[in-house]
């Protein structure tokens, strides 16, 4: 079992910047392989925002190119986002991700509101 716990959602104008995190803990943590971040706005089907594998390549949506950066500290089992220039389309509940290989199995959060004025 993982259990992911996030921070660092809020109401921010358009331009601006918020920074998330999200820490992983658990019997299972020494399994982790990707973490990432994916987020869901009304209406909407959730979608991908940006993943780190655990030896690989970062990717991310279009959508987020050149604005957002995501990075992990695996000796904190940690994983940030940074999101900067943001826009009103931005807003929606932003979920982190992680999977693990033994056994192979999704984690998900609880979910953190971000919301950007224009």
Known sequence: QVQLVESGGGLVQAGGSLRLSCEASG???GSINAMGWFRQAPGKQRELVAVIPSGGNTNYADSVKGRFT???DNAKNTVYLQMNSLKPEDTAVYYCYTNTILPPYNYW???TQVTVSS
Do not use: N, P
């Open 27 to 29: 019997r299972t943590i």
């Open 70 to 72: 995501i990075s992990r």
């Open 109 to 111: 959060g609880q979910g």
